[in-house]
């Protein structure tokens, strides 16, 4: 079965078309069933005609297939014993609308996992033909836990071997190895949280963190403004007091005036100085305050506040249960993105070494197999500090999902699963884009989700929204 990966707006979307041989069963009882959203357990549907052509709109946000999510760390018994339970539940919720699981859809990639709150996602298809099969999604869990984890892996060996009996459900498998005391010492239903979804939360108070941080840079930013037209009033009050000074020493030199009013005028003149003096040399020092931030970073920097809404919105999605969370303002630097790149080497001058050659004799050529062997590093360059990624061990998985990753990228724009690297059938290096909410780019196109595209020494790649340039 066929995927297609659609963002809309604020929704992630893997679309199936139908297709011409099973046009009657979009509108069958099945199909009713699954649009309402009534299946515990399974990906909300809604259904779509564009073209005279039916589509199936299944929404993921947040979620990642149970393949890319275990990519890099395999999966740990807990997690192991939370997949078949969720599986368990939603097989026999089937049951209640006189479902089979023929419907079902069991590979790894389309089950999902939400990344934010740990629970899985099951795919249920009104016209699929094939007829699901358990045996082989047990054979490809086999692939995606963790081998170092000794109880899940007798846990999902237990259930590869059940599961090859003919005469053995799903359901009855799940059961008895659910209640092997063996690989679960209590109940599932009082599994603690997932190693994952503690992660997240420790990420969570991190964006907390962040964003109290925003809160009183903010505090800073109002208290600059309110002080910067303090300056500016100062400033016309120092005007004002001029203008005084200009009218009496006028008087003076243009009216005969008694002791009493000579006195006094020179009594103004002298306040207006003083005062005069004292408003302007306050006001300018008001006026042309800097904040402290500004001191340091010569260019100018972008907070999240400056991005167009369509990002600011695609940034959110991310978050989905806290919104307003992207609070890293001093990544981004503006004109790093419009202005040329200019790469200047760091090495130091090699020390002279002797040779039994002279400094000006032959030239060696170099053979295009020396340096094809080079891996590429790709290098940030819109970032304080160059950021150094080396695709010399492939495949490489990039995200901000510490232990889900191999490659952490602490920055909001970037999705906690977000692209992978991996060698392609050439021999070259292909990039992934893993439905990511911002996307993955190269030179300024964006990527495909889940399509495979080669890279070339000298390509652009942005990640969120750091651009990275390959070497």
Same mark, same amino acid.
């Given at each position: 079965m066929e995927y297609r990966y659609y963002r809309e707006l604020k929704h992630n979307y893997l679309?199936? %078309?139908?297709? @011409? @041989?099973?046009?009657? !069963?979009?509108?069958?009882? %099945?199909?009713? $069933?699954?649009?309402k959203g009534k299946l515990s357990g399974f990906l909300t549907c809604n259904m779509r005609t564009i073209n005279n052509e039916n589509y199936l709109y299944y929404e993921i946000n947040s979620m990642q297939n149970i393949r890319d999510r275990f990519s890099v760390r395999g999966m740990d018994a807990e997690q192991l014993a939370k997949l078949l339970t969720s599986l368990k539940n939603s097989l026999e919720s089937l049951s209640e609308y006189l479902l089979g699981m023929e419907n079902v859809v069991l590979d790894a990639k389309s089950v999902f996992t939400d990344l934010s709150t740990g629970e899985y996602k099951f795919m249920y298809c009104p016209f699929k033909k094939e007829q699901a099969d358990f045996a082989g999604f047990i054979d490809e869990l086999v692939e995606l836990v963790d081998h170092d984890d000794e109880v899940a892996v007798e846990m999902i060996y237990s259930c590869a071997e059940k599961a090859e009996m003919d005469s053995m459900l799903a359901i009855d498998c799940i059961e008895q190895v659910l209640e092997d005391k063996r690989y679960i010492k209590e109940p599932i239903e009082k599994i603690e949280q997932s190693q994952d979804t503690q992660e997240f939360i420790e990420f969570d108070n991190r964006a907390l963190n962040l964003d109290e941080d925003e809160e009183e840079e903010n505090e800073d930013i109002r208290k600059h403004k309110g002080k910067k037209a303090s300056g500016k009033? %100062?400033?016309? *009050?120092?005007?004002?007091?001029?203008?005084? &000074?200009? $009218?009496?020493?006028?008087?003076?030199?243009?009216?005969? &005036?008694?002791?009493?009013?000579?006195?006094l005028s020179i009594i103004v003149i002298v306040v207006s100085v003083v005062t005069g003096l004292v408003a302007f040399i306050n006001g300018f020092k008001d006026a042309n305050v800097s904040l402290p931030w500004k001191k340091?970073?010569? !260019?100018?920097? !972008?907070? &999240?506040?400056?991005?167009d809404e369509d990002d600011t919105c695609d940034q959110l999605e991310d978050y989905g249960e806290f919104c307003g969370d992207d609070t890293i303002d001093t990544y981004v630097d503006v004109d790093s993105y419009k202005n040329k790149v200019n790469v200047t080497s760091h090495s130091k001058r090699a020390k002279y070494v002797a040779s039994t050659r002279s400094s000006w004799?032959?030239?060696?050529? &170099?053979? %295009?197999?020396?340096d094809s062997d080079k891996a590429f590093t790709l290098y940030s360059r819109n970032t304080d500090k160059t950021i150094r990624i080396s695709l010399d061990k492939l495949p490489l998985t990039v995200g901000k999902m510490a232990g889900c990753v191999d490659e952490v990228l602490d920055d909001?724009?970037?999705?906690? $699963?977000?692209?992978? *690297?991996?060698? @392609?059938?050439e021999g070259g290096i292909s990039i992934v884009d893993l439905n990511s909410t911002n996307g993955t780019f190269r030179n300024g196109l964006k990527i495909t989700p889940q399509k495979e595209i080669g890279l070339e020494e000298g390509d652009e790649v942005r990640i969120g929204r750091i651009c990275f340039d390959c070497r």
């Open positions: 679309i199936v %078309q139908q297709d @011409n @041989n099973s046009r009657e !069963k979009i509108a069958s009882y %099945q199909a009713r $069933i699954l649009e009033v %100062q400033i016309i *009050f120092g005007i004002l007091f001029l203008i005084l &000074l200009a $009218i009496m020493m006028y008087v003076r030199m243009n009216y005969i &005036l008694s002791r009493e009013e000579n006195l340091k970073n010569k !260019k100018d920097i !972008k907070s &999240l506040e400056d991005i004799g032959e030239t060696v050529v &170099l053979s %295009q197999e020396d909001m724009s970037v999705s906690r $699963i977000h692209c992978r *690297f991996m060698q @392609n059938e």
